[in-house]
């Protein structure tokens, strides 16, 4: 291992790679990541395998007291899927290399699919705390990306969401999950996700800003391992629930109390929704 944490280079990957498969040979096929409040979602999974993130090397660990990462595996509608539970953000202090991490290695595990959820405070006026959200687009409000510093080239260097290595939240997975979303009954929308460093929530004059930017919803994490995905080629299905009117928007101050509330609320839903997602994943 480096000493310096934002170099993590095919070797590094190789040795996280092979302790991993020292718990599970089977190759996932999907990656899910889980945002706050929702990691009980591989509660859904069949025939599941743990593996704590302390046993593999390299990979970030969750500063939350109590709550260590893991990675569980196991099979969900069929689909053989890896579940990448407490996600670290670039608040924590991380080098943002690390926090895409658990995307190289899934991907390097075989995963060619992922699914990332989060939780965000709603820009756009017509969502309400409980609204699920399809990324389509993101600002990147915290001008950070974990290919900094991993090398140039036309592969790093290609415009954003040109078509030249497709959008970077798939169109026809996303449709094929918005019909899903209408088939169970969800109040289901599409917007831009704003990704902000935290981990103090935004000021009104931010909230203002990222309105005029054309922000629909603000959130502190899934940009960094969106960018990652991308950048390896992987398909991508972005999902936030509103949690909360963004600062401003509403009376009374935010807080992370809320915020868990409502993800507790919409979680048997999500689940669903979660679910048909994967079902539908190939088409
Ligand atoms: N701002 C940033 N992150 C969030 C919010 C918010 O209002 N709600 C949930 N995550």
Same mark, same amino acid.
């Given at each position: 291992?480096?000493?310096?944490?934002?170099?993590?280079?095919?070797?590094?990957? @190789?040795?996280?790679?092979?302790?991993?498969?020292?718990?599970?040979?089977?190759?996932?096929?999907?990656?899910?990541?889980?945002?706050?409040?929702?990691?009980?979602?591989? #509660? %859904?999974?069949? +025939?599941?395998?743990?593996?704590?993130?302390?046993?593999?090397?390299?990979?970030?660990?969750?500063?939350?007291?109590?709550?260590?990462?893991?990675?569980? $595996?196991?099979?969900?509608?069929? !689909?053989?899927?890896? $579940?990448?539970?407490?996600?670290?953000?670039?608040?924590?202090?991380?080098?943002?290399?690390?926090?895409?991490?658990?995307?190289?290695?899934?991907?390097?595990?075989? %995963?060619?699919?992922?699914?990332?959820?989060?939780?965000?405070?709603?820009?756009?006026?017509?969502?309400?705390?409980?609204?699920?959200? $399809?990324?389509?687009?993101?600002?990147?409000?915290? $001008?950070?990306?974990?290919?900094?510093?991993?090398?140039?080239?036309?592969?790093?260097?290609?415009?954003? @969401? +040109?078509?030249?290595?497709?959008?970077?939240? +798939?169109?026809?997975?996303?449709?094929? %999950?918005?019909?899903?979303?209408?088939?169970?009954?969800?109040?289901?929308?599409?917007?831009?996700?704003?990704?902000?460093?935290?981990?103090?929530?935004? !000021?009104?004059?931010?909230?203002?800003?990222?309105?005029?930017?054309? &922000?629909?919803?603000?959130?502190?994490?899934?940009?960094? #391992?969106?960018?990652? &995905?991308?950048?390896?080629?992987?398909?991508?299905?972005?999902?936030?629930?509103?949690?909360?009117?963004? &600062?401003?928007? &509403?009376?009374?101050?935010? @807080?992370?109390?809320?915020?868990?509330?409502?993800? #507790?609320?919409?979680?048997? @839903?999500?689940?669903?929704?979660?679910?048909?997602?994967?079902?539908?994943?190939?088409?």
């Amino acid at each position: 291992m480096h000493s310096d944490p934002t170099v993590y280079d095919d070797e590094d990957l @190789d040795a996280a790679v092979a302790a991993v498969r020292h718990y599970v040979e089977t190759p996932p096929e999907m990656a899910l990541i889980l945002g706050s409040g929702l990691g009980r979602l591989a #509660e %859904a999974a069949r +025939d599941t395998t743990v593996v704590p993130a302390p046993e593999i090397p390299g990979y970030p660990e969750s500063t939350v007291e109590g709550h260590h990462g893991q990675l569980v $595996f196991g099979t969900l509608e069929d !689909t053989r899927v890896v $579940f990448v539970q407490g996600r670290v953000h670039l608040y924590e202090g991380y080098p943002v290399q690390q926090i895409a991490m658990p995307v190289r290695l899934v991907h390097a595990l075989g %995963a060619e699919r992922m699914l990332v959820t989060n939780s965000a405070g709603g820009i756009n006026r017509t969502f309400s705390p409980g609204t699920l959200m $399809f990324i389509t687009g993101h600002l990147n409000m915290a $001008f950070a990306s974990p290919s900094v510093g991993a090398g140039t080239g036309p592969a790093r260097q290609r415009a954003g @969401d +040109d078509a030249g290595r497709g959008a970077f939240y +798939d169109p026809a997975w996303t449709h094929r %999950a918005e019909q899903v979303a209408l088939d169970l009954g969800l109040d289901a929308r599409r917007g831009t996700y704003a990704w902000t460093l935290g981990p103090s929530y935004e !000021t009104k004059a931010e909230v203002r800003a990222l309105a005029h930017l054309g &922000a629909d919803a603000v959130g502190m994490s899934t940009v960094p #391992e969106v960018i990652q &995905a991308h950048q390896l080629g992987m398909t991508v299905l972005g999902l936030s629930t509103i949690t909360n009117p963004a &600062a401003g928007l &509403a009376a009374g101050a935010l @807080d992370h109390d809320d915020v868990l509330e409502v993800s #507790e609320r919409v979680r048997g @839903d999500l689940m669903e929704l979660v679910r048909g997602i994967v079902r539908v994943a190939e088409g």
